[in-house]
């Protein structure tokens, strides 16, 4: 059971999932992943901050109660309604029918909608910027939509510094025992931060920059998401990360997404690879996009700043698994990046090519340029894969 008091009357009430696979159905978290929710006490009033997963409301409930020690809770705060953190909100209703649910005009409808609560008097709607005093503890609504859903707010408490941000700064991985940053060492979770970014919130890079420039001059020493560790020590980089993931900006490297049937296209993109590192490149991910997952395809590619997609022919069409993985590319808007292409044909030319021409433009990509080998590689197509390399190389702003 994973009780915590953060700071002087904030409490962490989540629970960890180490049993779910796939998280929102699509994305592996071997590691787990945390639902966090948050308990904030004032002299007059009490507010639960999020709820979670419906399939750990046992525990959950189980934390809230040790928490409050039978006192009751006034307010439920729901910063956003994706089930991971809503699933509960019915049960709590139910062990608490005093409970007062306060969100924005979105966030009331989306109740009505998923747990079917109707009577308005449940509901306190609050507007951007509104706050709601608990005595001695003020917390203030900031409206961040589309961060991840139209709903998304965040909550901040002016007198502990408190900001709890939804999903923003979240990651895979559940809690180990520890809860904040401060009594745990928290590089590994890092790279899942990428992942989850990526992965959940990567399309809507805008709204993460507009909400980070609404916090600008607030004073935050904790951040308090819905995922992941709580953050104090290392909020700079935290920040900063989410800063540069959401204004899409890369890091030195080049990742290569092939597709291959029967091992020609892959030795493509062996090719390929050998050209970028006679070049300098020090940083070469490469994925078989049969075999590795689209989660960490997509959150390689979002991070580093060469993209290299390598592709057999299939029935006139992208083999499926990278035509795949490039749609989630496009869903995500990816931006700003040097990209190339490469591919296979044994008879009916034509899916590189043509297909990555629609591509590019639809993109705006800064293309280098497409390698399209006939049936498998001869001297002459094997030399302009290694340059396709080379190119890409010389097209990168670090190696
Ligand atoms: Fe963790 Fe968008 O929910």
Known sequence: MNVKEITEGVYYAGVNDRVTALFEGLWPIPEGVSYNSYIVKGKNATALIDTVRIDEVREFLNNISRIQDGRPIDYLVINHME??????????????????????VQTIGMIK???????????????????????????????????????????????????????????????????TDCEMETDRYFPEMYRYYANIVGKYGMFVQRALARLVGVDIKWICSTHGPVWHSRIAEVVDLVDRLSRYESEPGVVIVYGSMYGNTAEMAEEVARGLAEAGVTNIIMHDASHSSMSRMISDAYRYEGLVVGCATYSMRLFPPVEAFMNAMETREIKNKVFAAFGSFTWAKGAVGSRMDEYVARMGLDSVGYVVMKQTLDDESRAAARRLGTEVAGRLTRK
């Not at 991971?84 to 306060?102: F, L, M, Q, W």
């Not at 005595?135 to 707010?153: A, N, R, S």
């Not at 901040?156 to 408190?162: C, D, M, R, S, V």
């Open 113 to 179: 909608g998923f747990y079917h609560i109707f009577d308005d008097s449940r509901f306190l709607e609050v507007k951007d910027g509104e706050v709601l005093d608990l005595g001695g503890k003020t917390l203030k609504f900031y409206l961040t939509p589309m961060v991840h859903w139209p709903e998304t707010m965040m909550t901040y408490l002016e007198e502990n510094g408190t900001l709890f941000s939804g999903d923003a700064f979240g990651t895979f991985g559940a809690l180990n025992g520890a809860v």
């Open 83 to 104: 089930p991971d953190h809503s699933g509960s909100i019915p049960e709590v209703v139910r062990a608490y029918p005093d409970i007062k649910i306060v969100g924005n």
